[in-house]
């Protein structure tokens, strides 16, 4: 099994363009998120999703949306990249309230 | 307000010495708890959950929780220079899986 996984491994984005972030996992979990990591801060949650079709927001949604259209997919999407997206961004999968999380995607927004 | 705080260190130990991380949270019905190492530049990895209140041991590392007091810990036995990370402590907030909420998490560095 390969995870989860994320591509790209780094962006550089300029002010106003926008991009999506991949996320696969091939373990079959319902459960999926997305989250972003300042320097020196813990986790934030963007979104958040309990099966194909279905998402919720997290505690820092604006900026983002999310899509589910299969159990495998979590992409994020960023429309209008400011430079406060400048983060690290984790996508994670969970069973049984455990969550495993991809390598990251570091975004750098100028 | 939901909180969980943790000590950001650094916290510095001898190798072979025993290494002690507290986290502390806020909501009284969370359920779940985990702590997550993360090496400079990785991603979190799951290392201990604990959701009954006692200890709960996994080789060198020991889990204890005390819902009363609202307060998880981390001992990590024989501390090795490859512990050296960050621990992140997660709390499942108010029972439902999409809600794990993260502090910002204790450097430990272990000298040799």
Redesign the interface.
Known sequence: NAGVTQTPKFRILKIGQSMTLQCAQDMNHN?M?WYRQDP??????IY?S?GAGIT?K?EVPNGYNVSRSTTEDFPLRLELAAPSQTSVY?CAS?YN????????TRLTVL | QKEVEQNSGPLSVPEGAIASLNCTYSDRVSQSFFWYRQYSGKSPELIMSIYSNGDKEDGRFTAQLNKASQYVSLLIRDSQPSDSATYLCAVNWGGSQGNLIFGKGTKLSVKP
């Open positions: 459960y998120y020196g801060m813990g986790l934030k949650l958040y309990v919720d997290g984790f969970s309230n455990e969550q495993f999380f991809g390598p990251g």
